[in-house]
């Protein structure tokens, strides 16, 4: 079973930055797509951004420019830069896997809190 931990969150004031990790069990990060999410009180979980084992990245349209996801294989890890941070990047973040062709499944970890203050 695949096993997810992020840690990193807290609060910041808003124009701040914060640095999200995501350690994953196992060989997951070297081999396939991982994404971040984060999901707003009483809103549902949205995709924020993903990185293929190829390097390729996606990222939602609000967080362009600010949010920047990278990986190392080595640790199992992916991490999640947030700059520049808004009130509306409040939210509990999570890390997820999948398969090139495939989707983000039920692998989900506790999450992290992030809380932007205005």
């Known amino acids: 079973q695949v096993q997810l931990v992020e840690s990193g969150g807290g609060l910041v004031q808003a124009g701040g930055s914060l640095r999200l990790s995501c350690a994953a069990s196992?060989?997951?990060?070297?081999?396939?797509?991982m994404g971040w999410f984060r999901q707003a009180s009483g809103k549902q979980r949205e995709l924020v951004a993903d990185i293929t084992a190829g390097g390729r990245t996606y990222y939602a349209d609000s967080v362009k420019g600010r949010f920047t996801i990278s990986r190392d294989n080595a640790k199992n890890t992916v991490y999640l830069q947030m700059m520049s941070l808004k009130p509306e990047d409040t939210g509990v973040y999570y890390c997820?896997?999948?398969?090139?062709?495939?989707?983000?499944?039920?692998?989900w970890g506790q999450g992290t809190q992030v809380t932007v203050s205005s």
């Open positions: 196992g060989t997951i990060v070297s081999s396939n797509v």
């Open positions: 997820n896997w999948r398969r090139l062709a495939g989707v983000y499944g039920g692998d």
